[in-house]
């Protein structure tokens, strides 16, 4: 799945109208360069959604309808390996706030066999590290989310505040402070067993779509022989 072939398509294959938007970066005078989306083959990216500029997305990743991975404004996104972007999830970030990994710097890093579930919100700067479960209708800015963290339904997480791992944000929880995140309990075994049991559904999906989507589709967007 190029970027830039996706992004200068003009196939005329009859399911091109459900295809992603998959398109670089617009030029600014903050981001004087042009940048690609870097889409590995065994992701899914679905119909209806939009991929721009410097976003890497690893090996069957999932990325559900109308979901907005924006990386215009603050850049580079990183999308780790068995993560899934349920429908309507939005990635965004502020120009020039960033957080370290290693040698480079990102806007928004997220880390493998990740869930972030409808309606979220992930803005950068901003960290999530492996097996992280964001819940429906959350909102995570301005943070850094340590492996295997559960946040609940329309938890917010923000304000610098760094959640350690396996902590469980509850649901409707302002995590705004760091004395409020170190306060935070373990993850319930349910909770666990929830979120792995979202990874384990998800992670079918890649290859099951890329092989449904190789049919046509009718203008009601099902497919058919």
């Known amino acids: 799945m190029g970027e830039k072939k996706e992004s200068n398509s003009s196939s005329t294959n009859p399911s091109d109208c459900f295809k992603p938007f998959i398109s ?34 690893r090996n ?29 999830v939005i990635l965004h970030g502020l120009l020039n706030k960033k957080i370290s990994i290693g040698k480079k710097r990102y806007s928004i890093f997220i880390g493998n066999e990740v869930t972030i579930a409808h309606g979220a919100l992930v803005h950068g700067p901003c960290y999530i590290g492996d097996k992280v479960f964001v819940g429906f209708k959350a909102i995570v800015y301005n943070a850094i989310v340590e492996k295997g ?7 917010v997480v923000t304000n610098g505040v760094r959640i350690p791992p396996n902590r469980f944000v509850p649901p409707g929880a302002h995590i705004d402070s760091q004395e409020k995140a170190d306060a935070l309990s373990p993850v319930p ?12 559904v998800n992670q079918e999906f890649p290859a099951s779509y890329h092989l449904l989507c190789g049919k046509y589709r009718c203008s009601c967007g099902f497919a058919h022989d």
């Open 24 to 57: 670089p970066s617009p030029i600014t005078s903050f981001n004087p360069v042009q940048r690609y989306p870097k889409i590995d083959k065994t992701a899914f990216v679905s119909q209806f959604t939009s991929v721009i500029g410097d976003v890497t997305i």
């Open 60 to 88: 069957n990743v999932y990325v559900a309808p109308n979901v907005s991975i924006r990386a215009d404004e603050g850049t580079p996104f990183y999308i780790g390996s068995n993560t899934n972007l349920q429908d309507g």
């Open 149 to 155: 963290a559960f946040i609940s339904y329309n938890a």
């Open 189 to 200: 075994k349910d909770s666990k067993e929830f979120a792995h049991e979202v990874q384990r």
